[in-house]
């Protein structure tokens, strides 16, 4: 949650960034898909040791492949700041 928890801090110590509609949209299927992983880790370490744990990695992989997408992996400052460039020339 390498996004989320960057935005949480930075949200806390500096408030709500003001973002048009379309990077809006990018944070939250950012954080909403931050969120599907870890609830899906979280449920792949309760069968860890049967055959059930690796029933979620396919669909973990296509979801670090959306974050990948949408972040081309900046650091979470840079997607942010690139965020917030964007709202100021729209």
Not at 21 to 38: A, M, S, T
């Amino acid at each position: 949650m390498r996004y989320t928890n960057y935005f949480g801090q930075h949200f806390k110590e500096h408030g709500q960034p003001h973002l048009n509609n379309d990077c809006y949209k990018q944070y939250f299927n950012l954080v909403c898909i931050e969120n599907k992983i870890h609830g899906m880790e979280l449920l792949k370490k309760k069968y860890k040791g049967t055959p059930e744990y690796y029933k979620y990695d396919m669909e973990i992989d296509s979801l670090q492949k959306q974050i990948f997408q949408i972040t081309t992996d900046d650091k979470p400052e840079f997607f942010l700041l690139e965020l917030l460039k964007k709202s100021a020339n729209y």
